[in-house]
Every structure is written in C-alpha cells, then in structure tokens.
C-alpha cells in the first residue's frame, strides 16, 4: 500500500469513527429535546455558532491567503476548501433552530414584546420573518463564496491555466468585505440579540477572529496528524510550523485585543445600558470562566507562541491548537449561556451532546472533502517558482 492509499484508508476510518460520534450525540440531543426543549434549543445554538465558525475561519484564512500568498498557505489550501464545503451541511443544520426561536430570543415572543417599549422599537429589524431571511442571505453569500473558489481551485489542478489564480485573488477581495459584513450581521442575529437591550459595535469583529482562531488551530492539527506520511512528510518543516504558530499567536493577540477594548469602551462608557453584560459575565460562577478565558485562551497560549522550541515542535504546536479549540468553545459559551443562566455556569449535559454531535458530522464531511482530489495544490505558482511542486 502506498502513502496515498494509506492517508485515504486512515481518512475513511476517521470519517467513519466521526459520523457515529456525531449521529449519537444529536440522537441524544433530539431525545432530549422532547424532555427539555428549552434546553435542547439552548445547547443546539451553541454548538451550532461554534461549528458554523469553523467553516467560517477557513473560508476567510483561504481567501486571505489569495490575496496575500505566502508559502504558509500550501498545505493548508486543501483543508481550508474542505473546511469551507461544510457550507451546504451546515445550513441544514439551522434549520432545527428555527421551530425554536420563540424560546431563544425575546424578540420572538409577541406577549414579550407588547409588553417591553425597547422590542417594540426593534421589531422593524428583530422579527422572525426578516430574521430567517437575513440568515438564508448569509448562507447563500457563503456558498457562493465556496462554489467559486472551490470550482477556480478544481480547474487550477486539471488545467494550470495561470489566470485563474488571478481570478481566485481578484474574488478574495470583495469576498473578504462579504465575509465581515455577514459575520458582523450574523453574530448580532444569532448571539447578541439573545439579550436585545445590549449592544456593542465591536461585537462582530470578536466573532471573526474567533472563527479564525478555532479554524487555524483544526487545520494546524490536520497538518500535524498528515506530517507522518508523504507528501506531507516532505514538506512539513520547522519553518513551516514555525508560521502556524506565528498566526495562531496573531490571532490570540487580536482576540485578546479585541476582548480587551470592548471591555474598556464600556467600563469607561458606565452607561446603563451596556453595564449589566459583563456585570453578569463578571460575577459569581461566570467569573471563573472570564479567568478561565484570560488564562487558557490567552496568556498560557501568548507565552508559548513566543518561544520556537513550542511553534517548531508538532507536540507541543498541537497542544497549543487543541487548548485554543477548547477555549474557543468555552468562549462561544461565556458569550452565549449568560443570557439564560445569570447566576453561574450550568453545564448541561446536552450542550456536550449537541457539540459533539454537530462537530462529529462536521468533521466527517470535512474529512469526505479530503477525499477524491489531491491534498496538495498541484499547480500552485508559488511553490512551482520556488521549487517545491506537489
């Protein structure tokens, strides 16, 4: 058997072992529901924001490596596309949020909103109509986005027709404005009108580089569990670590940053309003998970993205992206759950469930998309200029 054989045998055990895992936990999810279904709701949203994330950190990291290049990119392209063909599955799987909207979200509710004067003034924008309509309008964006430069891509490999990695740069650009307008649009949709009367103009912008950070660190995973077998294991280097790490440690300072003013611009605003956010978030049990977040999702990864002896090092560089993947979730729940539980964490066993059953199916399509064309760009421009060709 040869090296591809063996990456596609082990590919379709794993795809295999994910499907199960995933089919299981929404089985038990959907069981649960017909007991709790707040809950199931509650946990469903959660899982679902973060897996969605993903897909959009690779979308976004794959259209900025369009525009910017670099070496980096290489051996990421081809997880990068799959990460962003888990688009059609994904929208499959909102639509279950949407038989659940009155329990989620105030807005919703009708008795709710004759009886509170700041729904009222929202409801041009927050009802449940404009709502599925906004959100049919950023899956169509983002399939778009991934049918063309997964069909630019294909055409790349069987024809290396020199312009169309022109035309998959010229379609990055606007598609990198299309990107941040659909997050920021859907992060408030989707999370921030959990609590209506909250608002935060930075809001979206903490979503994207969290989706970033939780796709690099899935994809810096992938390249370390394929380094073992060729051509992976020719072209995995310590430089080339060296710059996973590098953007894995970009994208928890910006994260960090980001977290960081917007606290700042409302502690200093001390307006009525924005105050009882963090002043949840900031007290009794949910203080141990905002220590948590600073400690885990930013200082303990900032200091070992520092040093080369971690970044070079596929041990110890995949220790640090499975820790960011952790806390990226556990960040999508501080942001999320607080809304229903103000007195502290209350870890259902549901929101386990939901995540391991949507992230099972994820990865398993994920994983099929790996399946069938080469790992590896095989004309890529850059890395044909510079002597290294798949």
Known sequence: MNSTESIQTGLGRFQRGSLVVGLLGLTLCFAGASHSPVQFFRSYLLAFVFWVGVALGCI????????VGGRWGFLLRRLLESG???????????????FGLRLLYSWADPEKVRLDPILQYKQPYLNVPFFILRTVIYFIAWIALTYFLNKWS??????????????????????????GLTVTFASVDWVMSLEPRWFSTIYGMIFMVTQALAAMSIVTIAVILLSTQKPFSDLVSKRVLNDYGNLLLTFTMLWAYLSFSQYLIIWSGNLQDEIPWY????????????????VFHFAVPFLLLLSRFVTRRTQWLGAVAAIQIVMSAIDIFWLTVPAYER??????????????????VWIWRFTAGLKGRPLLPLHDLQMEASGHHA
Do not use: C
């Not at 007195?343 to 992230?359: C, E, K, N, V, Y």
């Open 279 to 294: 002043a949840t978030r900031a007290s009794g049990g949910w203080a141990w998970v905002a220590i948590a977040l600073i």
């Open 84 to 98: 962003t063909r888990t688009f059609y599955l994904m929208a499959v799987l909102a639509l279950p949020l949407l």
């Open 60 to 67: 976004a990291i794959l259209m900025l490596h369009h525009m």
């Open 343 to 360: 007195s502290g964490p209350q870890f259902h066993w549901m929101d386990w469930a939901a995540i391991l059953g949507i992230g099972g």
């Open 154 to 179: 294909r055409e790349q490999d069987e024809t290396a027709n020199p312009h169309l990695a022109k035309r998959l740069q010229n379609l990055s650009g606007p598609g990198l404005v299309i990107y």
